[in-house]
T-cell receptor, first 114, second 111 residues
């Protein structure tokens, strides 16, 4: 399976500011996603990070709030813009990898907005 | 609305016992059903997955049972160990790999 790293692992941010989260994979992958996990909750898909084109957002998520870049097949960033306390969550990237097209998750970025 | 419904919300089992977690779905287009295990402060780890062409899949102490007609699937953890104490999520997707997750089940294994 692919090895996925995320930076930062956690951060505490002031409301109104923005944070960019990085996701790095140790091999080229076609499919890469960003998920959000609110405290004590399940995971919700934010968007599909498309290489070389604009990300595809799920209902309830917009590009102005969560801009995503994917410059190549091993790297992506998610920015959480103009943060509010409601954005306090764990943000996770995932990739589809392996012979059986399984989906694997990174360790997550724990964001607290004060 | 949640496309995958998971139960129970939590369960406690004695060491050596069997943990059973159930999930139900409505979208008949789903064709991939993974289970993830998550420890506090960690990302979800893929445990086992099944596709609708089989009714059961076993990997070690973990077994998925799949009932296509009932639109249900379940995870059985045999010989539960304290190290199995974690939150378990079922999920489902169609051929676009976008996962819809269940609400999660917190499993506590008592020694």
């Amino acid at each position: 399976s692919a090895v996925i790293s995320q930076k930062p692992s956690r951060d505490i941010c002031q409301r109104g500011t923005s944070l960019t989260i990085q996701c790095q994979v140790d091999s080229q992958v076609t499919m890469m996603f960003w998920y959000r996990q609110q405290p004590g909750q399940s995971l919700t898909l934010i968007a599909t990070a498309n290489q070389g084109s604009e990300a595809t957002y799920e209902s309830g998520f917009v590009i102005d709030k969560f801009p995503i870049s994917r410059p190549n097949l091993t790297f992506s960033t998610l920015t959480v813009s103009n943060m509010s306390p409601e954005d306090s969550s764990i943000y996770l990237c995932s990739v589809v990898s392996g012979r059986l097209d399984e989906q694997y998750f990174g360790p997550g970025t724990r964001l607290t907005v004060t | 609305q949640q496309q995958v419904k998971q139960s129970p919300q939590s369960l406690i089992v004695q060491k050596g016992g069997i943990s059973i977690i159930n999930c139900a779905y409505e979208n008949t287009a789903f064709d991939y059903f993974p289970w993830y295990q998550q420890f506090p402060g960690k990302g979800p780890a893929l445990l086992i997955a099944i596709r609708p062409d089989v009714s059961e899949k076993k990997e070690g102490r973990f077994t998925i049972s799949f009932n296509k007609s009932a639109k249900q699937f379940s995870l059985h953890i045999m010989d539960s160990q304290p190290g199995d104490s974690a939150t378990y999520f079922c999920a489902a997707s169609i051929n676009d790999y976008k996962l819809s997750f269940g609400a999660g089940t917190t499993v506590t294994v008592r020694a």
